[in-house]
């Protein structure tokens, strides 16, 4: 059964500084990996998509990097601005399914202090 | 073009009553997910809906079931609520169902008493 980690559960940064976000997951067969971003009691804005066969994503600030074989999934934030600030989830898509089923984190909490 | 809408946006009940919340996905759109999204928790997966058919279920009893319209449009039902089903619903609508790219809506809070 897959499951899906965050570590840390919340994080707070003063503005302007990089950071890490982490994930894993225990099952290594999965189609891709998805960063998510949710404001309070807000739907969720996918951020970037990882393939199993890529390494990482990039857009704009943000970059995410894929390790399947160790289960591990990193999103880097550079120069963290207050905007930021909301609760970061990942997710997975096993394979095996027929569906575009996720399987979620429980997310960090991100809050960049100005 | 609008994106995928929910509605109603709160909504508040009490244990044994029955509700139903309402999902339109974005234009175009043919399939919609629904998850479960406890406080503090990541969102769970309850099923999805493909064709009008239950196309895959997670694993949630059979009080949660659901209906796709041939609109595409879909409905959630929950029977006999619990304390515990207090929670923000989430629809994600997608173009067939292996397709990666989905959209989420905003959401119906479900508050139980």
């Known amino acids: 059964k897959q499951e899906v980690t965050q570590i840390p559960a919340a994080l707070s940064v003063p503005e302007g500084e990089n950071l890490v976000l982490n994930c894993s997951f225990t099952d290594s067969a999965i189609y891709n990996l998805q960063w998510f971003r949710q404001d309070p009691g807000k739907g969720l804005t996918s951020l970037l998509l990882i393939q199993s066969s890529q390494r990482e994503q990039t857009s704009g600030r943000l970059n995410a990097s894929l390790d399947k074989s160790s289960g591990r999934s990193t999103l880097y934030i550079a120069a963290s601005q207050p905007g930021d600030s909301a609760t970061y989830l990942c997710?997975?898509?096993?394979?095996?399914?027929?569906?575009?089923?996720?399987?979620f984190g429980t997310g960090t909490l991100l809050a960049v202090q100005p | 073009d609008a994106g995928v809408t929910q509605s109603p946006t709160h909504l508040i009940k009490t244990r044994g009553q029955q509700v139903t919340l309402r999902c339109s996905p974005k234009?175009?759109?043919?399939?919609v997910s629904w998850y479960q999204q406890a406080l503090g928790q990541g969102p769970q997966f309850i099923f999805q809906?493909?064709?009008?058919?239950?196309?895959q279920r997670g694993n949630f009893p059979d009080r949660f079931s659901g209906h796709q319209f041939p609109n595409y449009s879909s409905e959630l039902n929950v029977n006999a609520l619990l304390l515990g089903d207090s929670a923000l619903y989430l629809c994600?609508?997608?173009?067939?169902?292996?397709?990666?790219?989905?959209?989420f809506g905003p959401g119906t809070r479900l508050t139980v008493l």
């Open positions: 234009s175009g759109h043919d399939t």
């Open positions: 809906y493909y064709e009008e058919e239950e196309r």
């Open positions: 994600a609508s997608s173009l067939k169902p292996s397709t990666d790219t989905q959209y």
């Open positions: 997710a997975v898509r096993s394979r095996g399914g027929a569906t575009n089923k996720l399987i």
